[in-house]
């Protein structure tokens, strides 16, 4: 893995730098990184976590005062998937079943990227009291047991939905993304965390490609071609993760 350092080194900044340009942390793009590279998913989805919080607030922070914020929104949907978020950080998949579930999730972004999804301008369908609990209850339980903050998931389903605007969401989703990994890292503490060495070369460099992705975001930047190009990337990556 030592010898695969440096291409972990260029691409995870580079991730975290588009991820961070729509309000995410950028997890399953760590995921995938360094499951191809043959990380254990004990090793996996905590270093995952730690990257996704720090890209993560940053991008909340760009975010927050580009709209008006969906408090009431966040609310129902974090009070229910920080719990589940912890649940499912402490249950530990085997390895194969693993990388099939980020794989799919993985299609999630690749989609979001490549411009599949819908976004509405007005509410689509009605938001009932139930319907953010229950769509944060699964989120959050997913998020924990595979490492992500639930962003790629949570975001296209609002804007297709209606319930926000495209910089509400942005900003709902960062926060939503911050607070799932916290659980879910913390979940995933009940077992015996080793850090790979890499990380912590991986943070400030991961760190830096997400502040100036967001800072940039924010203020309204767009590049299409590139988006596509990451979606294709992910979806390479996804068909190979699913099967193996």
Do not use: C
Request: glycine content about 10%.
């Amino acid at each position: 893995m030592e010898d695969w350092a440096w291409v972990l080194y260029i691409l995870m900044p580079i991730a975290a730098f588009f991820y961070a340009s729509v309000g995410h942390g950028g997890a399953s793009s760590y995921l995938m990184l360094l499951a191809l590279m043959g990380f254990a998913p004990e090793e996996i989805r905590p270093s995952a976590l730690i990257l996704n919080m720090f890209v993560s607030m940053i991008s909340f922070l760009n975010y927050r005062k580009s709209g008006v914020f969906p408090l009431r929104l966040f609310v129902s949907l974090a009070a229910f998937s920080i719990p589940a978020a912890y649940l499912g950080g402490t249950i530990l998949l085997d390895a194969g079943i693993y990388k099939q579930v980020l794989g799919v999730l993985l299609l999630f972004p690749v989609l979001r990227f490549a411009g599949v999804f819908p976004i509405s301008e007005t509410e689509k369908i009605e938001r009932k009291w139930w319907m953010a609990p229950v769509l944060g209850l699964l989120i959050g339980l997913l998020s924990g047991m595979i490492g992500i903050g639930g962003g790629i998931i949570l975001s296209p389903i609002i804007l297709m939905l209606g319930w926000a605007g495209v910089k509400e969401t942005a900003a709902l989703s960062a926060l939503f993304i911050f607070l799932n990994s916290v659980a879910g890292f913390l979940g995933a503490s009940v077992f015996h965390i080793d850090f790979p060495m890499e990380l912590w070369i991986l943070l400030p460099l991961t760190v830096a490609g997400g502040a100036l992705g967001a800072y940039l975001g924010s203020k309204k930047f767009s590049s299409k071609t590139l988006k596509y190009l990451l979606a294709f990337v992910l979806f390479f990556a996804a068909v190979k993760l699913i099967i193996g």
